[in-house]
Nanobody
């Protein structure tokens, strides 16, 4: 079992930045692909960013490319999402998730999930 705990999100003005972290316990994340997904009211959950188990490859959803950066520190069993130039349309509940494997894919089917953290971007 893997337990994932996201850091607190928050309210930020458009154009601002926020860094989310996700700390894992129970197992080492070294064999897991990690993802950040989000769900806005009335919308389906979408994969925002993902990173391979080694950290060597990443994926970003088109709307966040150039603004968000996913990274991981396997020694600390932690994954991060740096969000810059935030827009009101980034408002959502953000989830950290872990999927057994090494290669990034576009799936939203992950094995373990955090509880989610609210990010609200005001215009």
């Amino acid at each position: 079992q893997v337990q994932l705990a996201e850091s607190r999100g928050g309210l930020v003005q458009a154009g601002g930045s926020l860094r989310l972290s996700c700390a894992a316990s129970g197992r080492s994340l070294g064999n897991f692909v990690m993802g950040w997904l989000r769900q806005a009211p009335g919308k389906e959950r979408e994969l925002v960013a993902a990173i391979s188990s080694s950290g060597g490859s990443t994926y970003y959803e088109d709307s966040v490319k150039g603004r968000f950066t996913i990274s991981r520190d396997n020694a600390k069993n932690t994954v991060y999402l740096q969000m810059n130039s935030l827009k009101p349309e980034d408002t959502a509940v953000y989830y950290c998730a872990a999927r057994w494997g090494s290669t990034v894919t576009l799936t939203t089917r992950y094995d373990y999930w955090g509880q989610g953290t609210q990010v609200t971007v005001s215009s």
